[in-house]
């Protein structure tokens, strides 16, 4: 035990709507708006100091729980699903660092309220994906308040001064492997002197307007750019992720090619591709990087990695991807829920590791010191956060040390959402000759400087 350990004492929960400028398309829906989850975490230390922290995330519930089930009752259901955890987390009676609580928490709290929740709902369950995105907005916010607490940057707290189990405790190494964790903490595995700025991916959408032709005349009539071209030019982006659809093999190889045609056109480097989860068989997949090879070889080349094309339950899909790897390094992203799954992941091929704080804090930093120890890449990519849930996203990436700096898309599909917060953090919200700046962050904890933003919030849903 440390004198600096804490308990939680309060949570309060807040929903923030958000309209979205142009549709988004995730895999097979089509997403207009957003609700995110703002939380505020009141902890106490041994000695009796109390602080306050605050987390925030979008409920995607279409990224996080595709069904037929309408996306009004996912919503619904996540949102109540949010103020439960908010009951359970004060009364669960953990104690002990950030990472403790939050893997202790995971391991038991979380998926007896999972349980109970999907029981009494009846009809589809929520899938475990969903209870992590809940969860991680409470999460963040108790990494937060110990930062708070304390006075220091949270990345400073990730050391054996305040935590009492090594990376042991938590991570198994690979067998045979010659890894130890003993000894071993979060903070051995970050970048030394980690960067204020970061080179920043644009999301190329499934139903964007790349070019004039694509416009339908619903098109957004006010400041910001629409068609792809006008972006990349505005922002000087050097890195386009295409979204794909994974069912219709021509349609994802010709949007590869226009997007990279007028990419490379004006100046881009990189780009990506993520099917979603919707392909069954790496031989899609396969077939659509080899067309690229032989037809538009500088496409091929430019394509850094592919993104999560299988389904996500990597334990019911236990797909040989290797055939996909070999030609192109092929990331984690849906399925990446904690280290288990990333080792599952490893051993059926996949060679990376897309790292999101919506996942929690404590399980992506878990999963970025098992994967670097086993020498997997990183990349942390979004989910289309806004407001103050882009800052733990970015802090996170420049303390991975990701391939190629993180993916920011708040600002192409809700690009208002952001303005209170943007006067504060101006180079985080807009970004500019390619990168996003967040050099503005600073203080305890996230550096968030909620008081200094001054948002207001609506009446909490649930103050416990």
């Known amino acids: ?103 202790d928490f995971i391991h038991g709290p979380l998926a007896e309220t999972l349980k109970t929740a999907n029981t009494e709902a009846g009809g589809p369950e929520m899938p475990y994906l969903g209870s992590l995105v809940t969860f991680s907005a409470f999460d963040i916010a108790i990494h937060d308040a110990f930062g708070n607490l304390l006075g220091r940057d949270v990345y400073e707290t990730y050391s054996p001064e305040f935590m009492n189990r090594d990376l042991s405790a938590y991570l198994q190494p690979e067998e045979g492997s010659g890894i130890d964790f003993t000894g071993l903490h979060p903070q051995d595995f970050f970048v030394k002197n980690a960067p204020q700025a970061l080179p920043v991916w644009h999301l190329v959408g499934g139903v964007d307007a790349l070019e004039a032709s694509d416009l339908n005349g619903t098109e957004p009539q006010d400041a910001h750019p629409i068609l792809l071209a006008d972006w990349i030019q505005r922002d000087g982006l050097k890195c386009l992720k295409v979204k794909l659809r994974g069912t219709d093999a021509e349609w994802d190889y010709e949007r590869m090619v226009r997007v990279g045609r007028i990419g490379f056109a004006n100046g881009v480097t990189w780009l990506s591709a993520d099917f979603n989860c919707t392909v069954k068989d790496p031989a899609y997949v396969n077939a659509i990087t080899d067309r690229l090879l032989a037809n538009e070889p500088e496409i091929y080349a430019r394509t850094l990695y592919v993104e999560q094309p ?39 091929g996949w060679s990376g590791v897309a790292l999101k704080t919506c996942k929690t804090q404590t399980g992506a930093l878990l999963s970025l010191c098992w994967a670097k120890a086993h020498g997997m890449p990183l990349m942390v990519q979004d989910l289309t956060n806004p407001m103050l849930a882009i800052i733990p996203h970015v802090r996170l990436a420049a303390h991975a040390g990701t391939i190629q700096g993180v993916e920011c898309n708040a600002m192409q599909f809700y690009p208002d959402a952001s303005i209170i917060e943007e006067r504060i953090h101006p180079g985080l919200y807009r970004r500019r000759e390619g990168i996003v700046d967040f050099s503005s962050l600073k203080g305890s904890g996230f550096g968030y400087r909620v008081d200094e933003i001054g948002r207001e919030l609506p009446e909490p849903a649930v103050v416990v």
């Open 1 to 103: 035990m440390k004198n600096s350990d804490i308990s939680i004492t309060s949570a309060s929960v807040y929903f923030l709507p958000v309209t979205m400028r142009v549709p988004l398309k995730f895999g097979p829906e089509t997403v207009t708006n957003a609700v995110c989850l703002r939380v505020k975490v009141g902890v106490r230390d041994r000695a009796g100091r109390e602080a306050v922290g605050w987390g925030e995330t979008p409920l995607s519930v279409s990224w996080v729980w595709p069904s037929t089930l309408s996306v009004t009752e996912r919503a619904r259901r996540m949102e109540d699903f949010s103020i439960r955890l908010a009951h359970r987390l004060v009364n669960c009676g953990l104690a002990g660092h950030p990472m403790e609580i939050g893997a």
């Open 310 to 348: 299988f389904p996500y339950d990597l334990e019911a899909h236990q797909i040989d991807v290797r055939s996909v790897s070999a030609r192109k390094p092929l990331f984690l992203d849906e399925s990446a829920h904690d280290w288990e799954f990333v080792r599952l992941g490893r051993r059926l």
